[in-house]
């Protein structure tokens, strides 16, 4: 185990005047406080926050982080808090070691849960502070160097976690060290076939090609020297797992992999990577299509070199990577490099410093998040995730990963289809917003559903998933046939009913193909939609029956009341006195369609020449493709129906009590032309909870004023009530209801 001095001469040995008194508390912290605690392997607990720690060493980060890697499994395993952790070391190395708890715990509780989370969990944690991650990345490979104790049936997950996740991750913050030994680990776990058979091979091949490679690697130092170059020239290993990975993806056989050799060459300064290029090229052949200049055009993570392939004095293939030292260690440490080099340079060799490195180390990684270069991401598309989605919960905590822009619909939807077709509104974080909000990473969504509802087909275009967007088609579709087939239904029942026949299921059945529709569902959807008449379906059904279009139809009577006769032979009368009007049924309440609003379950729309409000008596009138058109029975435009006994539907209302439409009324008032009469009747419509939504004023006789005024109203009754109070006003004289 390392000692404590070891430690501070490792952190001494890259950073002058490391704060060694932190280093040494952290030190005996930790050991003191896991104590006799041991590993899975045997060893004393402490050995594992120390490795950690040395791993950190070896990315030359500051005395802070080495401390934060002591310490962070002590809250979770130790009894250690965190509050006496800000006691000993300050809030801040406090804050680190909170996290990483956090990051752990969550270790523990992710078997059953979505990677999903995970990854969400860690992007928090980079945002919060980029030192949680370097120190659970170099945890997770101080445990992963140590997979073999822990118990087989946990090495699986562990290992695709390591693959899936960490690796990557390091790979985007551009440590190519940490991930291609995470991914070896891995690798090792997840396929130790591929692994023992890869790695064998390529062991054989390093043998064998083993004088080759020292000779080319001789060879070009030495040329490289007599053009005044120096340059340090090393073969490249093969990774086992990008081997195998490109076996995989192209197809490719080993030996069609195995012919060509990495070496790197690192040289001095910038010049000397472009000098050394145009050296290679003049003296060997080129491979087209293999040069890349990531001196002059950066990869996203700060990774710079020449790469180049060309053919070799024995006409084998040498891929060439060219860089300056500085480059090769971003290329390795990445992030933590980065640091090292635009802090510490600059503050004459004085290391990482606190606050202003890991800004620089933050903005690395926003960059990183942010970055469009989509060659680079797709690479491995895990990491998709951190750009593309955004993590939001539901009300009890479980995780919904949703691509970016998604809404709450979306949200609803990827839940449970039936929780997005009855949504109809949402709160996000506690807080009533519109469904059609964006979501943000870490939202709480809270569904608020009604089973009445339909998703509006105009949600298609607000959602990003396809799911949702499906859903919505599926049931609006579904939903918009249905009110038809239910109208078309209700139509033949009536129809057939005049005609003294009964209508059934199977009778329609058994005439489909005379009416050229391939189900019943088909046949009372068209019925509904008025593109079959109900007659039709009965001469189908009863070939020999006769058409009855004798319909008759009262004029006025002299005493006020006229007759109107529906589809279903009934009589509407019409009072134009007192007495209550005799309203002849069919059949009690099977026979008329319910109407519950516009939003209903029918396809209904209100007669625009003063519609009609529940507690009115209504008639439908069949506008074929349309729907049910509603009209107060006093409407004059019904006439012009009278010689379509067909298109005549028997209605009622249906309003629930918790109904929340308005329906528009008009009403016509005659006041006096002075001032404050306008006042007055807006006044009294307000205090009756009436909303006006349009207002017409003309002037007829000089100290009158007419107006035409459109109100929202709830019903019969709440107008009836605006009416009467606004009569009571001595600036009116008349005011009745409109109804053309
Ligand atoms: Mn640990």
């Known amino acids: 185990m390392m000692r404590q001095y070891e430690l501070v001469e490792r952190v001494s040995g890259y950073k002058k005047n490391p704060d060694e008194a932190l280093l040494n508390k952290a030190y005996v912290y930790a050991m003191r406080k896991h104590g006799e605690q041991t590993r899975a392997s045997g060893d004393p607990y402490f050995s594992h926050p120390l490795e950690v720690a040395a791993i950190l060493t070896e990315l030359k980060l500051d005395e802070e982080t080495i401390a934060v890697a002591l310490l962070h ?40 849960a979505e990677q999903a989370e995970n990854l969400r969990r860690l992007l928090l944690a980079i945002s919060d502070d980029i030192r949680v991650l370097l120190v659970k990345l170099a945890d997770r490979l101080h445990n992963m160097r140590t997979l073999d104790h822990v118990k087989v049936h946990k090495r699986g997950r562990i290992a695709t976690e390591t693959m899936e996740i960490y690796a990557p991750l390091a790979g985007r913050m551009g440590m190519q060290d940490l991930r291609d030994e995470l991914e070896l680990l891995a690798f090792k776990y997840i396929n130790p076939q591929a692994y023992a058979t890869v790695t064998g091979h390529l062991e054989e091949l390093a043998e064998k090609n083993r004088d080759l490679i020292e000779q080319i690697s001789k060879d070009l130092t030495k040329r490289l020297a007599k053009e005044k170059i120096t340059a340090k020239v090393a073969s490249r290993q093969k990774k086992p797992y990008s081997v195998f990975r490109k076996m995989e993806s192209k197809a490719l056989s080993f030996e069609q992999l195995s012919d060509i050799f990495g070496f790197r060459v690192i040289v001095d300064t910038v010049e000397d990577c472009y000098r050394t290029l145009g050296f290679v090229h003049t003296n ?73 490195a890991y800004a620089s180390l933050r903005k690395t990684i926003e960059q990183l998040a942010e970055g469009d270069n989509p060659e680079e991401f797709l690479e491995h598309t895990k990491l998709e995730l951190f750009l593309d989605q955004v993590f939001c919960f539901t009300p009890k905590g479980r995780i919904i990963a949703l691509p970016t822009g998604a809404t709450p619909i979306d949200f609803a939807y990827a839940v449970h289809t039936d929780i997005g077709n009855s949504c109809v509104g949402c709160k996000l974080n506690g807080k009533i917003m519109p469904v059609i909000t964006q979501l943000q990473n870490g939202d709480e969504v809270d569904i608020i559903r009604s089973d009445a509802q339909t998703p509006p087909s105009a949600w298609e275009s607000v959602v990003v998933t396809g799911k949702a967007r499906s859903a919505i088609r599926r049931a609006s579709r579904q939903a918009i046939r249905t009110q038809y087939a239910g109208l078309g239904t209700r139509i033949l029942e009536r129809a057939f009913e005049r005609a003294g026949k009964s209508f059934s299921q199977e009778s329609l059945e058994s005439a489909l193909p005379r009416l050229a529709r391939e189900n019943a569902a088909d046949a009372l959807a068209d019925v509904g939609k008025g593109e079959i008449t109900s007659q039709d379906v009965l001469k189908a059904v009863f070939p020999e029956f006769q058409e009855e279009r004798a319909v008759q139809t ?50 209904v729309k209100f007669s625009p020449q003063g519609g009609a409000v529940p507690g009115d008596r209504i008639v439908g009138i069949l506008e074929p493709g349309q729907g049910i058109t509603i009209y107060p029975i006093q409407s004059s435009v019904l006439a012009k129906y009278d010689n379509e006994p067909e298109r005549w539907l028997d209605v009622r209302w249906d309003i629930e009590e918790d109904n929340h439409e308005r329906f528009p009324a008009r009403i016509e ?72």
């Open 669 to 740: 008032v005659l006041a006096t032309n002075e001032p404050g009469t306008l006042a007055t009747i807006a006044e009294v419509i307000a205090n009756n909870d009436g909303n006006i939504q349009n207002l017409v004023m003309n002037v007829p006789v000089e100290d009158f004023t007419e107006m035409g005024i459109e109100i929202d109203v709830w019903d019969l009754s709440h107008l009836t009530r605006i009416i009467k109070q606004l009569k009571a006003k001595s600036v009116t004289s008349k005011v009745e209801r409109i109804i053309d």
């Open 554 to 603: 009262a004029p006025p009577r002299e005493d006020g009341w006229f007759g109107l006769r529906s589809a279903a032979g009934m009589v509407f009368r019409i009072p134009g006195s007192r007495s209550k009007p005799k309203v002849k049924r069919v059949n009690k309440s099977g026979g008329t369609i319910p109407i519950r609003g516009v939003k209903s379950d029918l396809p």
């Open 284 to 356: 060997w052949a080129m491979v087209p299509g293999r040069f890349k200049d990531f001196i002059s055009t950066p990869k996203q993570n700060g990774y710079q070199s020449i790469h180049t392939t060309v053919v070799g004095p024995s006409r084998q293939r040498a891929e060439l990577q060219i860089r300056t030292l500085e480059m090769h260690e971003v290329a390795e440490f990445g992030v933590a490099a980065h640091a090292l080099y635009k802090e510490g340079k600059k503050r004459g060799g004085q290391s990482l410093s606190e606050n202003t």
């Open 73 to 112: 499994d002590t809250i979770e395993d130790t009894d250690a808090t965190r509050k006496e952790i800000d006691e000993v070391f300050g809030g801040k190395i406090g804050r680190l070691v909170e996290g990483l708890t956090k990051l752990k715990r969550l270790d523990l509780v992710s078997k059953k």
